[in-house]
């Protein structure tokens, strides 16, 4: 069997920066491929056709994975506008422009007593980064799987 449309595989992978340093490795992943938003569409282009035991590689600029970094992306807010306990690291959910739509995680790298700065950037914008993936497992998805856009069981989605 070889990985393609509303295949489940089963991966593990190491995600590199540019100088092939590891910045984090996971095991026993499972998605659906085939356009379904699980992998990154350029990653899952990398995939299609590679079976079993094959080892795939993916270079990923940040246009085609976690964006440019953009500056207008950091905020300074009231420190009033955040809960007491707030410390550098924490997330929080936001719009940019204060409304409901397009909601961003922004994580908190500074607090004073007076602001909080927020950083709405992904933490790997504007880096190019690669993934090794090993392929670990293949199946066809269940017509529910295909249904709910996802892969369901170990590695996958939990109802």
């Known amino acids: ?19 092939g340093a590891l910045i984090e490795a ?40 976690f964006g440019d970094y953009d500056p207008e992306n950091i905020r300074t807010e009231p420190r009033s506008a955040f809960p007491p306990d707030v410390k550098v690291g924490m997330q929080f959910a936001g719009s940019p422009d204060g409304g409901d739509d397009d909601m961003n995680v922004y994580t908190v790298t500074e607090v004073t007593a007076d602001s909080v700065v927020v950083n709405g950037n992904h933490p790997l914008a504007g880096q190019t980064v690669e993934f090794v993936v090993m392929v670990r497992g293949l199946r066809q998805a269940t017509s529910e799987e295909v249904e709910h856009g996802h892969a369901h069981g170990p590695g996958g989605h939990h109802h």
């Open 1 to 19: 069997m070889k990985i393609g449309k509303d295949t489940v595989v089963t991966i593990d992978y190491q995600l590199l920066d540019a100088s």
């Open 26 to 65: 996971e095991q026993g992943v499972a998605y659906l491929h085939g356009g379904h938003g699980g992998v990154l569409p350029v990653l899952e282009a990398a995939m299609e056709g590679a079976g079993v035991g094959e080892e795939v590689r993916a270079r990923v600029e940040p246009s085609d994975g």
